[in-house]
């Protein structure tokens, strides 16, 4: 596509439950990244992708957080059991490759109750 | 360590230049980079710059580095009311991770 494609563009769940993210990056671009964006807060970088692998994990907040990249295309990022803290926008980037600068979509805004 | 600043809030007049200024930590960061974003979107790269570069100029934006500083600027001509939004610096973590570090944004608001 165009450009970054994240969905759902917003998710409000309960506390607990497992939420999954979605990122289809730009065509062509093979690394990807997740960053997450908390109120009034820069943006905390959490995984990033070369191809379909994750070389560097070191920013997850915890073990609830995963992600996963198929096909060197679309992303998931996997929250499980929720908790009110994890509240923010989860903005993905993508780039044709480590060296080029970062795209960003509109992110996910993600509001746990 | 790894730390961007930013000054949290700038107000100018339409017409008028606009000066926001980022200081970074690191000097071995090879590029830095200015986002911009308006409510409810996501982060739209305006420039960015080499290191081994003094001045860049794109349209009405002029990126300054001082890399002895560890300063950037960003200036916008001619201020439009359309230019509010934040505006994030960035820099390219040299530790082979490829993640940026961001500063904490600059809220620029232009009056009418």
């Known amino acids: 596509g165009a450009g970054v494609s994240q969905s759902p563009s917003n998710k409000v769940t309960e506390k607990g439950k497992d939420v999954e993210l979605r990122c289809d990056p730009i065509s062509g671009h093979t690394a990807l990244y997740w960053y997450r964006q908390s109120l009034g807060q820069g943006l905390e970088f959490l995984i990033y992708f070369q191809g379909n692998s994750a070389p560097d994990k070191s920013g997850l907040p915890s073990d609830r957080f995963s992600a996963e990249r198929t096909g060197g295309s679309v992303s998931t990022l996997t929250i499980q059991r929720t908790q009110q803290e994890d509240s923010a926008v989860y903005l993905c980037a993508s780039s044709l490759d480590l060296a080029g600068p970062q795209h960003f979509g509109d992110g996910t805004r993600l509001s746990i109750l | 360590g790894e730390d961007v600043e930013q000054s949290l809030f700038l107000s100018v007049r339409e017409g008028d230049s606009s000066v926001i200024n980022c200081t970074y930590t690191?000097?071995?960061?090879?590029?830095l980079y200015w986002y911009k974003q308006e409510p409810g979107a996501g982060l739209q790269l305006l420039t960015y710059?080499?290191?081994?570069?003094d001045m860049k100029q794109d349209q009405r934006l002029t990126v300054l580095l001082n890399k002895k500083d560890k300063h950037l600027s960003l200036r916008i001509a001619d201020t439009q009311t359309g230019d509010s939004a934040i505006y994030f610096c960035?820099?390219?973590?040299?530790?082979?991770?490829?993640?940026?570090?961001f500063g904490t944004g600059t809220r620029l608001k232009v009056l009418a």
């Open positions: 690191d000097s071995s960061s090879t590029y």
């Open positions: 960035a820099e390219k973590s040299p530790s082979g991770t490829y993640k940026y570090i």
């Open positions: 710059i080499f290191s081994n570069m």
